[in-house]
C-alpha cells in the first residue's frame, strides 16, 4: 500500500477487527439505554467511518446534549492519547518504528507494556483496580465442515461491525446517558 498510507486505507486492511470477525475477541458487550451493544467500541475523531465499533463526537452538534458529549468524547479519547503517551515514556521500545515487526510481536509489546505500567501502579497503590486478565487472540481449532459457516459467519460479523445505523443509535444512547451524569462527574472520577 505505499503511497496510499492514510487513516482509512490503513483502517480498511488492518487486522484491528480480525478477532471480532473471527469471533475470537474477549467478551465485551455493554447496555446503554436499554439497548444491547455486542461490541465494544474505540474512541475516534471525526475522519474515521461510522462503524458500530468506532466512536467519535458530532462534527455539528445542534442541541446542548450533543455538544456535551462531543466534549466529554473528545476529552476522555485525550485522556486516552496521553496513557499512551505516559507509556511511551516509560518503555522506550515504544517509540521505536514498528513497521518491520509483525503484528503479534506488535501486540505482546503493548500487552507486556499494559501490565507492567499497571503492576508498578499497583506497587506503588496508585492503581484503581487490580488488572484483568490479557485476552490475547488464541485460534480455536475447527473442523474443516465448519470452514463454509465460518466464513459466512465471519461476513456478518464484518457487516455487523461496520453498520452505520448500529452506530447511530450507540452514539444517541451514550449522548443520552451522559447528558443524564451528574455536572461534576469528569472531576470526581
Request: proline share 5%; with cysteine.
Amino acid at each position: 500500500m505505499a503511497g496510499s498510507n492514510n487513516d482509512i486505507n490503513v483502517l480498511n486492511h488492518s487486522p484491528l477487527f480480525d478477532s471480532l470477525k473471527m469471533d475470537r475477541a474477549a467478551p465485551s458487550s455493554f447496555e446503554v439505554n436499554g439497548h444491547v451493544y455486542p461490541f465494544g467500541f474505540y474512541l475516534t475523531d471525526g475522519i474515521y467511518p461510522d462503524w458500530t465499533t468506532l466512536i467519535k463526537g458530532y462534527s455539528t452538534p445542534i442541541d446542548e446534549s450533543r455538544v456535551k458529549f462531543t466534549r466529554f468524547q473528545a476529552s476522555v479519547r485525550k485522556d486516552v492519547e496521553r496513557t499512551f503517551g505516559v507509556l511511551q515514556g516509560r518503555f522506550a521500545i515504544l517509540k521505536t518504528p514498528t513497521r518491520v515487526m509483525n503484528v503479534n510481536k506488535i501486540r505482546r509489546i503493548m500487552y507486556s507494556c499494559i501490565v507492567m505500567h499497571n503492576m508498578i501502579q499497583e506497587h506503588n497503590g496508585f492503581a484503581l483496580s487490580t488488572w484483568e486478565q490479557v485476552w490475547l487472540d488464541k485460534p480455536k481449532n475447527m473442523p474443516r465442515s465448519n470452514i463454509r459457516r465460518r466464513v459466512k459467519d465471519r461476513k456478518s460479523q464484518e457487516n455487523e461491525i461496520r453498520d452505520r445505523n448500529v452506530h447511530d443509535q450507540l452514539r444517541e444512547d451514550l449522548t443520552a446517558h451522559i447528558w443524564n451524569l451528574p455536572p461534576n462527574f469528569r472531576s470526581t472520577n
